[in-house]
């Protein structure tokens, strides 16, 4: 599997890749979240975490928070390769991998995608 790190700040995020799954990890030593709002307690008209999930979970993937007040938060997701890299509208390559090529590009100019 392929992966990449990057740290900026108190936060670090991890990116994973493969044939299998792409995965993605953002973790920071901020405040935390209180439980209230990580579950289904959210403020009306707010979809907050609920909606992400439910977003992962439309892309047959799943998303996980772990967080502790005053302790800082961790939110990992996961989709299956299949749903995270198909190609649109005959491209050769997906939107997420179009993302990805251009900021490869934009932190290395002379690097081809």
């Known amino acids: 599997m392929r992966s990449g790190t ?9 990116i994973r890749h493969d044939e299998r799954q792409f995965g993605l990890r ?4 901020g405040k935390g979240i209180d439980s209230k709002l990580q579950n289904d307690d959210e403020r ?8 992400m999930r ?11 928070v772990w967080s502790e007040l005053d ?12 749903n995270a890299y198909a190609t649109v509208c005959g491209r050769r390559r997906s939107r997420l991998a179009e993302k990805f090529a251009e900021k490869l ?3 290395d100019p002379e690097r081809k995608s």
Do not use: C, F, N, W
């Open 6 to 14: 990057q740290t900026h700040g108190g936060s670090k995020s991890e």
């Open 26 to 29: 953002v973790r920071d030593d």
């Open 44 to 51: 009306p008209g707010h979809y907050g975490m609920r909606g």
């Open 54 to 64: 439910e977003r992962a979970k439309l892309l047959g993937g799943k998303m996980t």
């Open 71 to 82: 302790s800082g938060t961790e939110v990992e997701l996961s989709i299956p390769a299949a």
């Open 105 to 107: 590009v934009e932190k």
